[in-house]
């Protein structure tokens, strides 16, 4: 009787473990490919919020946890500059005031955006450079106080959006909720809006005549793209899986890696 030959008995078994260490390979090159790296700036030259600290570590536990960005926080306005941005994919602001930023840091952030990269303004990052209308122009509005801190709803204006279509069609939530001056709705892309009869509109604070409240919004800039969210001033905020969601993917769109 014909008998196989034990190297032919053992080719079965090794093409086995040869696909599993491929699998294996595979898995671990991802795991260490590197991510894009974003900066974090965290400066207040205005009101400080509380929050900063715990952010800067969510949002690196963020990015650890969705292995999809790296996050460096800083306070040093200084690392906004030309040679130190060739670092990174994207640009977060979580800022209030005047940044002392000299002139050719200014060309150094527009630069960086209208090259393609991303920016991403969080809360008071629309509190931030009053001064300096390009920078008003990119973020899409400036903050002119807040009038309501409470749950309110918060109604989602683009439900195929990655950063809200969790939160579809809407959603409550407690939070500090800006009003904005220097905005309109038909020079940026909203993508939340408060729904004004969980609030109330006759507060003395209430401004814009036409009441309507943007809440999370996007924008373009050159070649770059622009994401913010004025969520985010409570830690219990910064806690929760839906806005966690909103954020990465609000990230995400913004280094290009969603559409």
Not at 126 to 150: A, C, L, N, S, V
Not at 224 to 238: D, I, K, S
Request: glycine share 6%; with cysteine.
């Amino acid at each position: 009787m014909y008998q196989p030959s034990a190297s032919k008995s053992l080719w079965p078994l090794l093409l086995c473990l040869l696909s599993v260490l491929a699998l294996h390979l595979n898995t671990v090159a991802q795991k260490s490919k590197a991510r894009p790296k974003i900066l974090y700036l965290t400066h207040s030259a205005g009101f400080k919020h509380d929050v900063l600290p715990f952010s800067e570590g969510m949002l690196q536990r963020l990015g650890e946890q969705s292995g999809v960005f790296e996050s460096v926080a800083t306070l040093d306005c200084s690392l906004i500059n030309a040679d130190y941005l060739k670092n990174f994919e994207g640009l977060v602001f979580y800022t209030t005031g005047e940044l002392s930023f000299s002139e050719e840091q200014k060309q150094a952030f527009l630069d960086f955006i209208k090259s393609g990269k991303g920016f991403i303004g969080i809360h008071s990052a629309t509190d931030t450079f009053y001064q300096w209308p390009e920078y008003g122009k990119i973020i899409g509005g400036y903050f002119d106080q807040h009038p309501w801190h409470q749950d309110v709803v918060i109604k989602v204006e683009d439900a195929a959006h990655p950063s809200v279509k969790h939160l579809a069609p809407s959603f409550k939530i407690k939070d500090e909720i800006y009003q904005f001056k220097d905005f309109s709705k038909r020079q940026v892309h909203v993508l939340l809006s408060l729904v004004n009869s969980s609030v109330d509109l006759n507060k003395p604070s209430v401004h814009r005549a036409d009441k309507y409240f943007a809440n999370a919004w996007t924008n373009t800039y050159g070649k770059g793209r622009v994401f913010y969210t004025a969520l985010g001033h409570r830690q219990e905020v910064w806690s929760d899986p839906r806005f966690q969601e909103h954020l990465v993917n609000g990230i995400r769109w913004a280094l290009g890696d969603l559409k």
